[in-house]
């Protein structure tokens, strides 16, 4: 059965504060994987694709890795507009999103 | 572009009642998605239109459900009678490929069911 984790649940960070997201799975028909952000209150929006294992891409604070089980986002100098929560999705057939991460940062 | 655009916004029925929540995807995506959202089980897909053909039913939780997509341009998603557990979150989102490509989602019914 396909699984996706993603750790930690929530993550509290100050501003300028560095960490890191991750998004791990067991699942079949891999073709890559979504990153994506969602706010309180309103749907996910698309954030980076990621086809292949030694994969990077990169959005302002953000960058996305990717290994052949799973992925990190790394945050570098959060700032406060970055809180939302951060959902992975492996490019599958079936699917199925993460629970997702809380991130909050303060300033 | 005017994004995916989902209506209503809000909706808040009475057990056994029926439900449709509509939507609208980005012009020129030929993918549709119809997705449920709770705090127990996150984000579950339903459904999945390609071409407006119904592709992967597969998520659809039982009979009361059922989807359509008479056109490019609309499709709506029916609960028909509705109960207590249906109360959720639905998303549409669209895209422009299928399953492969990014997905852009609409802002979301909040669905109610007392």
């Known amino acids: 059965e396909d699984q996706v984790t993603q750790s930690p649940e929530a993550l509290r960070l100050q501003e300028g504060e560095s960490s890191s997201l991750n998004c791990s799975y067991t699942?079949?028909?891999?073709?890559?994987l979504f990153w994506y952000r969602q706010d309180p209150g309103k749907g996910p929006e698309f954030l980076f694709t990621?086809?292949?294992a030694g994969e990077e891409k990169e959005k302002e604070r953000l960058k996305a890795t990717l290994t052949k089980k799973e992925s990190f986002l790394h945050i570098t100098a959060p700032k406060p507009e970055d809180s939302a929560t951060y959902l992975c999705a492996p490019n599958t057939d079936k699917l199925i999103f993460g629970t997702g991460t809380r991130l909050q940062v303060f300033p | 572009d005017a994004g995916v655009i989902q209506s209503p916004r809000h909706e808040v029925t009475e057990m056994g009642q029926e439900v449709t929540l509509r939507c609208k995807p980005i012009?020129?995506?030929?993918?549709l998605f119809w997705y449920r959202q709770t705090m127990m089980r996150g984000l579950e897909l339903l459904i999945y239109f390609n071409n407006n053909v119904p592709i992967d039913d597969s998520g659809m939780p039982e009979d009361r459900f059922s989807a359509k997509m008479p056109n490019a341009s609309f499709s709506t998603l029916k609960i028909q009678p509705s109960e207590p557990r249906d109360s959720a979150v639905y998303f549409c989102?669209?895209?422009?490929?299928?399953?492969?490509?990014?997905?852009?989602f609409g802002p979301g019914t909040r669905l109610t069911v007392t």
């Open positions: 012009s020129g995506h030929n993918s």
């Open positions: 989102a669209s895209s422009l490929g299928g399953r492969a490509y990014e997905q852009y």
């Open positions: 990621l086809y292949s």
């Open positions: 699942v079949s028909g891999l073709r890559g």
